[in-house]
Every structure is written in C-alpha cells, then in structure tokens.
C-alpha cells in the first residue's frame, strides 16, 4: 500500500470534531465518494480506496446523498428499449 503525507492546518481535524485518524479515513471516504460521483472509479475501486468494504461504501454513498446507480435517466430509458 501506498503511504501519502499531507499537511493540514492544525485546526482542521476539530472542524469536524475528529482525532487525526479518524479525519483521514474522513477524507480517504469522501474523496472516494466524490470520485465515483463523478465515474472516474467503479464502486469497487472507491470501497478499495476508501478502505471500507462493498456495503460500507454504499453506506457511505447513502451518508454523502449519493445514489449508488451511475446511469443517467436516457441511459436507463435506452437500455429499456425505450429510446
């Protein structure tokens, strides 16, 4: 695994009321979120990055308001037959 060192202002974990580790894995979970919002990864890949499993990512995915279906409504339309 890969080890990555950022600096971040002091006061940042207590933005969010979290120690250092927890504010990591904050940060490891939202950027994954945000990256399979925008399908630059699959689900699979964001659980990996985030370091949660498949059902704990869809949690996640449920927290951040983020529906876990990547297909646009003409896209599901299409698909139906229907376009």
Do not use: H, N
């Given at each position: 695994?890969?080890?990555?060192?950022i600096?971040?202002?002091?006061?940042a974990c207590?933005?969010?009321?979290l120690d250092p580790e927890?504010?990591?894995q904050e940060m490891r979970?939202?950027?994954?979120?945000k990256w399979y919002e925008r399908q630059q990864v699959s689900q699979a890949k964001a659980?990996?990055?985030?370091?949660l499993s498949r059902a704990e990512f869809l949690d996640a995915?449920?927290?951040?308001?983020?529906?876990p279906f990547?297909?646009?409504?003409?896209?599901?339309?299409?698909e139906a037959g229907h376009g």
């Open positions: 695994m890969a080890s990555v060192s600096e971040l202002p002091v006061d207590s933005a969010l009321r927890a504010f990591v979970v939202a950027a994954a979120v659980a990996e990055i985030a370091g995915l449920g927290r951040y308001g983020v529906t990547q297909y646009t409504a003409a896209e599901i339309v299409a």
